[in-house]
């Protein structure tokens, strides 16, 4: 069958520009990237500050910086983008968008890279008592208001969460001269990254109040104050813990859900703990020619994180369109112990790279501990870590070049272990 297009990329984010020069790199040269926005960049266009590219540039660049460098790229490469485009649906082998100049337009397509990214979870997930007023604001929509257009969002302000997000606005508000009252976090440790709890509020003697949460927000018009109460180990308030703060502004940092409604159009398989789609080790999800990176796939702390995993994304790709389905026997990457969630969730030993690197999350805070990698019943690979933590992503990678008859692999287990 003729394609109109060889490789769709939907997003033009920090994943889908990664995605698509590996694409390009690889040999696909027909590709088109989708994206809603009037910008490439996704969300590094408003995180202005710094700590981006340690890993992908080695040097320290802030967010526009980082996506800047691969917007040169896409347009030196001239690798055709669609801006102000919203895709309304997809299927296997094609994409439905609509934009100003072209209208309604389906383009057939021998494959497609989702890199939709993630949105930020509402207030009205969380079933907080109280009236709606104004002065409550996700992190992410205050970051916009304040770096890309120049707006103040207030002066006294209450965050909850610790996500990095939330950290980071906790430092950009201090700076614009707010006074951020507390960060409450629901659990008992951070959501976010340590550095970020060390320069975003250690820095600036902010306090975080672990197992905390707010009970009530008062305030008709605007936001007048906010409650927290402690929460016990099965999170419901515990009586006569509350403490009131009186603010105009609430921030929420409770977490980021992958934009996967196209993937569900499609059918894509997701996972229920990450809500992104179900993917082997060629990131390819359950319906044969989509691939998936970045946020849409599960959430990342860091983005050279994400550029990584964009590029493999977009070699794999570029392999499918050149060679077609390949017959592959995956077999299950099972957690346990400690170990929340890893992507990706299975793997063929026999067609693998030489190398792959697991992503994982855990599900608690866990000192001197270990991560072992188990091929059925024998140990690839364990490292030590003197600390595991929920809001750390770690790694471990697998050589097809160990010892070990892969043909007869049925199982791969990752799992946190004692410190012997």
């Known amino acids: 069958m003729k394609y109109d297009k060889d490789l769709i990329i939907i997003g033009a984010g920090p994943a889908g520009l990664a995605a698509a020069l590996s694409s390009k790199e690889n040999g ?48 030196d490469q001239h ?23 072209e209208g309604l337009v389906t383009l057939t397509c021998h494959a497609i890279i989702l890199a939709m990214g993630c949105r930020e979870r509402p207030r009205g997930a969380l079933n907080i008592p109280g009236y709606r007023p104004s ?93 927290l109460q402690k929460v016990g180990t099965d999170r419901k308030p515990i009586e006569g813990t509350t403490m009131h703060f009186d603010c105009d502004t609430l921030l929420l940092s409770v ?27 060629t990131l390819q999800t359950s319906v044969a020619g989509i691939f998936a990176c970045g946020n849409v796939l599960h959430v990342h702390d860091l983005v050279d994180f994400v550029s990584e995993e ?17 017959q592959r026997n995956n077999i299950p990457l099972h957690c346990k112990n400690g170990v929340r969630y890893s992507v990706p969730q299975s793997i063929d030993p026999l067609e693998m790279e030489q190398e792959i690197t697991i992503r994982f999350r855990v599900t608690d805070v866990f000192h001197n501990r270990s991560v072992a990698l188990y091929a059925n019943k024998t140990l690839l690979k364990k490292i030590k870590k003197k600390i595991l933590a929920p809001g ?29």
């Open 135 to 227: 002065g409550i604001y996700p992190a992410g929509t205050a970051q916009q208001l304040m770096n890309i257009e120049g707006k103040s969002v207030g002066k006294r302000i209450v965050i909850l969460g610790s996500g990095d997000i939330g950290l980071i606005m906790a430092r950009r508000l201090t700076l614009e001269g707010s006074k951020v009252l507390a960060v409450a976090e629901i659990m008992p440790y951070s959501g976010g990254l340590k550095r970020n709890i060390v320069q975003c509020l250690d820095d600036f003697h902010i306090p975080l109040y672990l197992s905390h949460t707010i009970t009530q927000i008062e305030g008709k018009k605007r936001v007048e104050g906010v409650t």
């Open 79 to 101: 690798i055709p983008i669609s801006l102000n485009t919203m895709v309304l649906s997809i299927a296997a082998h094609s994409v439905t968008y609509v934009n100003q100049t």
């Open 255 to 281: 977490g980021l859900i992958p934009e996967n409604e196209l993937s569900i159009q499609a059918h894509v398989a997701l996972s229920p703990i990450t809500h992104g789609p179900l993917v082997d080790d």
């Open 310 to 326: 964009a590029a493999l994304a977009g070699k794999m790709a570029s392999d499918y369109v050149k060679n077609g389905e390949k």
């Open 28 to 75: 696909c040269t027909n590709i088109l990237i989708i994206e809603r926005s009037q910008y490439m960049g996704g969300i590094l266009n408003q995180c202005i500050h710094n700590g981006f590219g340690l890993h992908t540039f080695h040097q320290e660049l802030t967010g526009p910086e980082y996506a800047a460098r691969y917007e040169k790229s896409i347009q």
């Open 392 to 420: 750390e992503m770690e790694t471990i990678t697998i050589k097809k070049t160990q010892d070990i008859a892969w043909n007869e692999v049925q199982a791969l287990t990752i799992q946190t272990e004692e410190t012997v």
